[in-house]
């Protein structure tokens, strides 16, 4: 497999964040990883991308051992919910960041920003500001600014979390688009029942530190722990109710 | 109706406010000011032809703060700032602040006096490095404590985001840190040039009245009853923070709470 | 690699912030037992019970303390009642810079200007004289070296009040009392009432760590009361400094004693301000 995560375990303290973390998942596919807040979510992200030291265990990527690496070494890319947009540089710079780290030529910077704008839709806002953006083009920014340099490994930890539902939609799809076009592998995690059905290849969920994976989707659903069940009763309990009034 | 007492009081205060100022540049123009007079018999620009002329040291010591005071603004906001960050990260934290609140909140005068033997060790007193060092000792501190709340989840965010995208330290430093801390780093240079420009006590006992900065010029001035100079060194003493301060006030003034 | 910064980081600040405060204390306090100084012949308990007999030290730090509480309460006091009077008024041009400018004077061209205005030869004393209310120099009341330390607290008043205005100023902004007042005066409280029980109690609780930082800044003072002062008492660090300069070798021993109590006394209070604030975002 493209990525194998084998028995990570991570303490603070007493308390146990990430327990016996394994899985793995193929290439250009996301796994999205559905978990409330405080589930462990972050710190297994954050272990993957390097920001984070595990206890124990392994990060098998592209058939390389990286629990060692550095994060800058990694090729992974952790974004957050925040955009964290690089408020002193404008749209262009922020989405050129990564190539000029890496010391790019200019005119090879120029036209993959510039391309990369266009995908996103941003053509016209290059030289803004962030601050004069709005929260979804500021998501997308911080999306072109991370695939540009493609990255092997893209972890995002419930990038719409902040924006308003129809923002947060047309970035769904969005995302999907231009996963499929760069062929990004990713680790998708949210709080949103709907998303994680969604926006996943592959689903997940998680729980005070453990993470169970499903074969399909229709065994997510089944599961009772995840909370689609739930969901599905109340809706039909709405129905006859409705029918009522009708 | 009842008389709004408003513009009385706004008078009064900046007249109060600024009082010292033309006073000490009126003192300052004056010579030969005897008791009981209201008006000096001399005014004119004597004193300050006096400036220029080796003879009072003036000039000299000016430009000797200038370098004392841009030397310690200087080493003492970069090492804050870089080093401010190990200390926010630590673990323990809390201790180290309080640690640096030691130096800061001190009698400068009485802790150069408690090291003023290290300082003879060392070679350095009665130098301007010695001074210097002195100096830098109380404004470190300030600076450390400064920076402590630049460092905070969205910085480290920041910085992890710098690290995935490939970047390692010194280029998260340059370009990313340094940048978003820009106004931070004007504010404290300005403050720690102003503890260093404005200290006296320290001064003194590690120049040992051999590196005369402005303050000790003033002081010594005092000390000869020679007001009309203690003035006129009171003139230079003050310019230039109110010259940086009209470029831009929000540089002078930050709340250390 | 990543330890090995943070290991030089750390070691930086031990010895640029911890070191010399270290062996500033560790020497005075060897000095005050007697194990060094040249003088000196070893492990001794006299300095301390020298020190303790003699009431100078406790004058010093009553007359300190009092000079420098009345110095913090006159210059908040009066800085409160302006900004919750006329803040409207700084909102001018001229006078939001003009505010700023006292900011720009050191303590010893403050002591300077205070002398220069109430000495017995000073400006006041020649516009007594001319308006014909005093005859001599003498007659005019003794402001500056005085005993009630007049000179001193005028000072000190002179260098605090800006710059608590200028941070009420902020405060008052930044926690939105404007708007609570006008709350408040909707839920039926008077001028009085908001005062007292909103814009008072908020700004007092955003500000009293730095109250508290500056009396202990005040109780320090060195320039000020070097010039201002009178010969007996003397204010803290004047005192410890005449002990630690004089010319009886003998004696300097005793002013370490006194530098160790006072960096004690100021160790605790700061100890204290911590354990009562947690000050994780001090400077902002």
């Not at chain 2, 190990?86 to 809390?94: E, M």
């Amino acid at each position: 497999m493209f990525l194998e995560i084998q028995y990570i375990n991570k303490s603070f303290g007493k308390e146990q964040i990430v327990k016996d973390l394994n899985f793995s998942l193929a290439p250009h596919k996301t796994l999205s990883i559905l978990g409330k807040s405080g589930c462990g979510k972050t710190s297994m992200l954050k272990i993957i991308g390097g920001l984070l030291k595990a206890d124990s265990g392994n990060i098998i990527l592209d058939g390389n051992d990286i629990s060692e690496l550095e994060a800058e070494k990694r090729n992974i890319v952790y974004l957050y919910q925040e955009d964290l947009l690089f408020p002193h540089l404008n749209v262009f710079e922020n989405i050129a960041f990564g190539l000029r780290i890496k010391k790019q030529k200019e005119a090879h910077i120029q036209s993959k920003v510039k391309e990369m704008l266009e995908l996103l839709e941003l053509e016209d806002q290059g030289q803004k500001m962030p601050h004069q953006l709005s929260g979804g083009q500021r998501q997308r920014v911080s999306f072109g600014r991370a695939i540009i340099i493609n990255p092997a490994l893209l972890l995002l930890d419930e990038p719409f979390g902040s924006l308003d539902a129809g923002t947060r939609q047309r970035m769904q799809q969005l995302f999907k688009d231009i996963a499929h076009k760069f062929k990004i592998t990713s680790l998708f995690v949210t709080h949103d029942l709907k998303e994680a059905i969604l926006m996943g290849d592959e689903i997940a969920f998680m729980q005070s530190g453990k993470l169970k994976l499903y074969k399909n989707k229709e065994e997510f659903i089944a599961d009772p722990s995840t909370g689609v069940q739930n969901e599905i009763g109340f809706w039909e309990n709405l129905i006859p109710k409705g029918q009522n009034i009708i | 109706m009842r008389i709004s007492l408003k513009p009385f009081f706004l008078s009064i205060m900046v007249l109060l406010i600024l009082f010292p100022f033309v006073y000490l540049l009126w003192l300052s123009l004056s010579a030969d000011w005897s008791f009981p007079q209201v008006m000096p018999d001399y005014f004119g620009l004597k004193n300050w032809k006096a400036l220029l002329i080796s003879e009072t040291g003036l000039l000299r010591s000016f430009f000797q703060s200038v370098i004392i005071s841009v030397s310690v603004g200087f080493t003492a906001t970069l090492s804050g700032f870089v080093i401010s960050r190990n200390i926010a990260y630590h673990p323990k934290k809390n201790t180290l602040t309080l640690l640096s609140y030691f130096p800061y909140i001190i009698s400068p005068v009485v802790f150069g006096a408690c090291l003023s033997y290290f300082f003879l060790k060392l070679g350095i007193f009665g130098q301007m490095t010695g001074v210097i060092v002195a100096q830098f000792m109380i404004s470190f501190p300030y600076a450390l404590i400064f920076f402590n709340s630049f460092w905070g989840e969205k910085t480290k965010n920041m910085e992890d985001l710098v690290s995935t995208l490939g970047g390692n330290r010194l280029s998260s430093f340059t370009k990313v840190l340094l940048p978003l801390a820009k106004g931070m780093l004007l504010v404290c240079f300005f403050q720690t040039f102003l503890i260093s420009w404005f200290e006296y006590g320290l001064t003194s006992v590690i120049g040992v009245g051999k590196v005369q900065t402005l303050t000790i010029k003033v002081f010594l001035f005092i000390r000869e009853a020679n007001y009309f100079y203690g003035a006129l060194s009171s003139c230079l003493l003050i310019l230039p923070p109110l010259v940086l301060m009209y470029i831009n006030k929000k540089y002078v003034f930050n709340k250390l709470t | 690699m990543k330890n090995k910064e943070k290991h030089i980081g750390f070691i930086l600040f031990v010895v640029f912030a911890v070191l010399p405060f270290t062996l500033a204390f560790g020497y005075a306090l060897l000095y005050s037992f007697g194990v060094i100084g040249i003088v000196n012949e070893g492990f001794t308990l006299k300095f301390w019970k020298e020190v303790f007999t003699s009431s100078t030290l406790g004058v010093s730090f009553i007359y300190s303390s009092v000079i420098a509480l009345i110095g913090v309460i006159l210059s908040v006091s009066l800085a409160l009642w302006i900004v919750l009077k006329y803040r409207e008024s700084f909102g001018n041009k001229y006078l939001s810079f003009i505010i700023y400018m006292p900011l720009a004077v050191p303590g010893i061209v403050s002591a300077f200007f205070t002398y220069q205005l109430f000495a017995q030869s000073g400006f006041f004393a020649r516009l007594s004289y001319q308006l014909n209310w005093i005859e001599t120099a003498q007659q005019f009341p003794d402001l500056v070296n005085d005993n009630w330390a007049i000179g001193i607290i005028i000072t000190f008043i002179s260098l605090l009040t800006p710059f608590f205005i200028l941070l009420y100023l902020n405060i008052y902004k930044d926690e939105r009392i404007e708007e609570l007042s006008q709350l408040s005066r909707a839920l039926g409280a008077n001028k009085k009432q908001i005062a007292l029980k909103v814009s008072l109690p908020i700004m007092l609780k955003k500000s009293w760590v730095l109250i508290v930082l500056y009396f202990i800044f005040l109780l320090g003072a060195y320039e000020v009361p070097l010039i201002l002062g009178q010969e007996s008492p003397q204010m803290l660090s004047v005192l410890i400094l005449r002990e630690l300069k004089q010319f009886d070798l003998t004696k300097i021993s005793e002013g370490y004693v006194m530098a160790v109590l006072y960096t004690v006394v100021i160790m605790s209070a700061t100890v204290f301000i911590f354990s009562r604030k947690k000050l994780r975002n001090n400077a902002y």
